[in-house]
C-alpha cells in the first residue's frame, strides 16, 4: 500500500482549506501595493498549513517524498520587479535544488511551463527570470542566500507573520494544485495545475504544447 508523504498531504490540506477560498482578484490587486497586506495574509495561512503538516523546522531531505518538497514562497521579477506568491518545488535531497514554480496570480494556480508561461502572458503576469524565497527554514539551501535578497522580498520574509486573511468559504472556487511525481521512477517531478475557469469558458480544442523556453529563477 503507497504510503501519503507529509508533501501529498500538504497539497491535500492546501486544495481543502485555503486555495478554494482565496479572493484572487483581492490577491492581485495586493501585489501592486506597497504592504501587499492580503498577499501577507495568504503566504502566512500557507505557511501555517506548512508548519500544520511537515510538523516541525527546519525542513530536511528526510520531509516529503523522496525528499522533494512543496512550500510557499515569493518571487521577484529581475526585469520588471513584478511580485508574486508561488508553490515551490525544491529537493532537499540536492541541497534546496529548484524544480519547479506555480504561481498563484489573479486566475489561480499557474505552473511555471510552457503552457503555463503563456497563460501568464496573456493575463499580463509575465514575470521572465526572478529571484525566489520561502518561509521555511532550510538550512543546506545553497541555491538561495536569504541574507541577500532583494529590499521587497526581505520586507515580505520580515513581517508576514503579522497578517491574516479572510479564507472564509463565501467564495469557494475549484482550484486545485496536484503532485504529480511517480513514486516508482524518481524522475524528475512537478507539482502543478492550472485554474481552468470552466463554468465561464466553452471547451477549446488541446494546443499543441509550446516550445517557448520558459523562464526560470536565476542563481
Known amino acids: 500500500m503507497h504510503k501519503s508523504s507529509t508533501t501529498e ?14 479572493d ?13 497586506t492580503y498577499a501577507k495574509g495568504i503566504l502566512n495561512s500557507l505557511h501555517e498549513a506548512m508548519i500544520k503538516i511537515y510538523g516541525s523546522e527546519p525542513l530536511s531531505a528526510f ?11 515569493v518571487v521577484q521579477g ?30 489561480g494556480v499557474i505552473p511555471d511551463s510552457a503552457d503555463g508561461g503563456m497563460e501568464l502572458v496573456a493575463m499580463g503576469m509575465e514575470i521572465g527570470s526572478y529571484n525566489y524565497c520561502y518561509t521555511a527554514d ?21 513581517d ?13 472556487r475549484l482550484v486545485r494544485v496536484k503532485t504529480v511525481k511517480d513514486c516508482e521512477n ?3 517531478q512537478s507539482v502543478i495545475k492550472e ?10 480544442p488541446k494546443k499543441e504544447k509550446s516550445s517557448r523556453k520558459k523562464a526560470g529563477p536565476e542563481h
Not at 138 to 153: A, F, G, T
Request: hydrophobic residues 35%; glycine residues 4%.
Open 186 to 188: 524518481k524522475e524528475k
Open 78 to 107: 529581475i526585469r520588471n520587479n513584478k511580485i508574486c506568491l508561488v508553490l515551490l518545488e525544491l529537493d532537499l535531497s540536492s541541497a534546496g535544488e529548484h524544480w519547479g514554480t506555480s504561481f498563484i496570480c489573479r486566475y
Open 63 to 73: 520531509d516529503g517524498l523522496d525528499g522533494f518538497v512543496m512550500i510557499p514562497g
Open 24 to 36: 484572487y482578484t483581492s490577491l492581485h490587486e495586493s501585489y501592486n501595493t506597497d504592504d501587499m
Open 138 to 158: 532550510i538550512s543546506r539551501d545553497i541555491h538561495v542566500d536569504m541574507s541577500n535578497l532583494p529590499d521587497k522580498l526581505k520586507s515580505v520574509l520580515k
Open 160 to 172: 508576514f507573520r503579522n497578517h491574516t486573511a479572510d479564507l472564509s468559504p463565501k467564495n469557494n
Open 9 to 22: 498531504n500538504y497539497v491535500e490540506y492546501i486544495n481543502k482549506h485555503i486555495l478554494p477560498f482565496i
Open 195 to 204: 485554474l481552468r475557469d470552466a463554468e465561464k469558458q466553452p471547451s477549446k
